[in-house]
């Protein structure tokens, strides 16, 4: 497919001379682009020569918002998971005595499976 021609643009020295940008405004609170709207796929974003900076400064203020979303707001995820109940634990460990395996063995083997310290294990074992 052939090109089509474009028509040259007269650029004047004044033109040459005078700042796109304001050199002091980038990073101001006046800026309306720096690190308030990055965004890698953006065709403004990818041409910047400040994207990187603009990129650290955009994850920044990301951070405070989450740490106050994380703050205010309860996670399942990040919190241990009491899916196992106690019962299960004893009856191990009793079947575990059942068998003559000693202690250090089964606080061992219930701390893996039950994804529990040694010391909570220890706590269980000494109230059966």
Not at 29 to 35: M, T
Not at 60 to 74: A, H, M, N, P
Not at 81 to 95: G, K, M, Q, V
């Amino acid at each position: 497919m052939k090109r089509s021609r474009r028509n040259k643009i007269q650029v004047s020295e004044s033109q040459m001379l005078k700042p796109i940008i304001d050199v002091l405004k980038l990073g101001s609170d006046d800026d309306p682009c720096f690190g308030k709207l990055w965004d890698p796929k953006e065709k403004e974003c990818r041409n910047c020569g400040e994207s990187e900076i603009c990129a650290i400064v955009k994850s920044q203020g990301l951070k405070i918002i989450r740490e106050e979303i994380e703050r205010d707001t309860r996670f399942l995820d990040l919190e241990e998971a009491e899916i196992i109940d106690l019962p299960d634990i004893r009856e191990f460990i009793r079947s575990k005595r059942n068998k003559k395996i000693d202690d250090d063995v089964i606080i061992r083997r219930a701390s893996r499976r039950f994804n529990k310290t040694p010391e909570e294990i220890e706590e269980i074992i000494k109230t059966i």
